[in-house]
């Protein structure tokens, strides 16, 4: 007899009863595996009760306590620490980082005197044992269990009960209520619940590690979004060597906080000041084509530089290359900027690049975006140590953006000396001794400064 069976999508888990091509939830092609319908066998004790409503007024509120993780960018990125009881998805593409990150939390956890648990579902102990020992981690109260069956650890769990847990990871963990492989939508969230069932009622602090993945039957964590209390992403590209790990979601903190890392022989170390380490290799020369900007990554302002080369090119379809920046962004910028400034660009070829791998995903950058390209457009160096912010509209105008105060002190702090910004931020902003501020409302003024 044929089994009951249902579509699922690896990337968001959306179910439909026909195979389809896109996912019509998240987009992705490519994604629909098919998956045998089942029913836990029970659902004991997976939800929670009270017995009547009550008012917020009765509900007693202890302050909560929040461990550190003894990593200063991490705690920031998790909103001031760990909270007892949360539930903590780290996700990423596999070799990030991700098990080195959370082995040296629980190593610097342990030195507080908390109890932890690491679950590693992928490696063998001997391996966890040769990784600790690379990081420097040897506590006592550090237990580690390699095992896969989520009954077996929920039982090791209700016996230790540790302050932390570490799941590493979840793909791999299968539980015996449930017929389909580990892995599989229904396992990974089956298993994602079932920990959250006993985050919540031991007061454990739970981390769980998400490979993504595009492909296959293997579930990604954006499955689990929806569950945890926060997510965290790797999101950078592991050929590089230093890590952004961002906040996507948190219910204690805000969100679209980063933290820098750079992975080095003794695991990840912090980057305390990200804009130095982005502009270290900035030249120190005349360079046309180079520009600085701000990008505010929740609350942190990052200074990157950002670079363009317009060339001559002898094709009819010039091409409009960028890495780090939105490329429809730059194309409408390129029109704004040949309307306002009367310069034709069709017969050059565009390169736009942020140094560094990082990326940009606001729009204070389109200013710097304009003049850098008009920069190497003239082969005429932009001052080196200007700045500039700004969203460009579409006729040309110069828009306001959030954060300037904080983006402007960063800035003077590592010496910037002048600073280009949109007339109504400047109306705003108190005068700053050390770096002239000057406002323009639009892109015509912007580029009579320079060019
Ligand atoms: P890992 O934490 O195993 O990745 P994930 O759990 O996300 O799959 O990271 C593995 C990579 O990190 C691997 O390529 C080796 C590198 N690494 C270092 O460079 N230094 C170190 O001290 C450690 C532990 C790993
Ligand atoms: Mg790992």
């Not at 580990?182 to 031991?202: D, E, F, I, W």
């Not at 002048?418 to 902003?429: I, M, T």
């Amino acid at each position: 007899m044929k089994k009951n069976t249902q579509y699922c999508c690896s990337g968001c888990g959306y179910n439909t009863q026909k195979w389809m091509g896109k996912c019509p939830s998240c987009n992705e092609w490519n994604t629909f595996y098919e998956d045998i319908i089942e029913a836990p066998k029970k659902h004991q004790n997976l939800e929670f009760s009270q017995d009547k409503p009550i008012t917020l007024d009765q509900i007693n509120c202890e302050e909560e306590t929040r461990m550190t993780t003894g990593i200063a960018e991490l705690d920031r990125v998790l909103g001031g620490g760990i909270v007892q009881g949360s539930l903590t998805l780290v996700g990423g593409d596999p070799g990030i980082g991700k098990s080195t990150l959370l082995l040296q939390v629980v190593g610097n956890t342990t030195k507080q005197k908390l109890n932890v648990l690491y679950v590693s579902a992928e490696e063998s102990l001997l391996q966890v044992k040769m990784r600790a020992e690379r990081l420097g981690i040897s506590q006592k109260n550090l237990f580690v269990l390699s095992e896969t069956g989520l009954e077996k650890v929920m039982s090791h769990c209700e016996k230790l009960k540790p302050h932390i847990l570490v799941i590493d990871s979840i793909q791999t963990l299968f539980s015996q209520e449930l017929e389909s492989a580990p892995g599989t939508v229904s396992q990974v969230r089956h298993c994602a619940a079932r920990l959250m069932y006993l985050a919540k009622k031991n007061n454990i602090a739970t981390f769980i590690v998400g490979h993504v993945t595009k492909e296959g039957s293997i579930a990604g964590p954006r499955v689990l979004e929806h569950m945890v209390d926060t997510v965290l992403y790797f999101d950078s590209d592991p050929t590089l060597s230093f890590r952004i790990l961002r906040s996507i979601k948190n219910r204690f903190g805000s969100t679209h906080e980063i933290g820098v890392f750079e992975m080095q022989e003794k695991g990840l170390v912090e980057i305390n000041n990200p804009s130095s380490f982005f502009l270290s290799e900035r030249s120190e020369e005349k360079n046309p084509g180079s520009i600085v900007v701000s990008s505010l990554e929740g609350t942190r302002p990052i200074l990157v530089e950002l670079q363009a080369l317009v060339s001559q090119t002898s094709f009819a379809a010039p091409r409009r290359t960028t890495l780090g920046l939105d490329p429809q962004r730059v194309s409408l910028l390129l029109a704004v900027l040949e309307k306002s400034s009367g310069i034709i660009l069709a017969g050059h070829d565009v390169y736009v690049n942020v140094a560094g791998g990082i990326k940009i995903q606001e729009t204070a950058s389109d200013l710097g975006t304009l003049l850098v390209v008009m920069s190497s457009f003239k082969n005429v160096s932009l001052p080196h140590d200007v700045l500039a912010i700004g969203e460009v509209g579409l006729s040309g105008e110069l828009r306001a953006v959030r954060g300037v105060d904080v983006r402007v002190g960063e800035a003077k702090k590592l010496g910037f000396k002048k600073c280009v910004l949109p007339q109504k931020n400047l109306s705003k902003l108190k005068s700053i001794k050390g770096i002239e501020l000057v406002g323009v409302s639009n892109i015509e003024k912007a580029l009579e400064l320079f060019f």
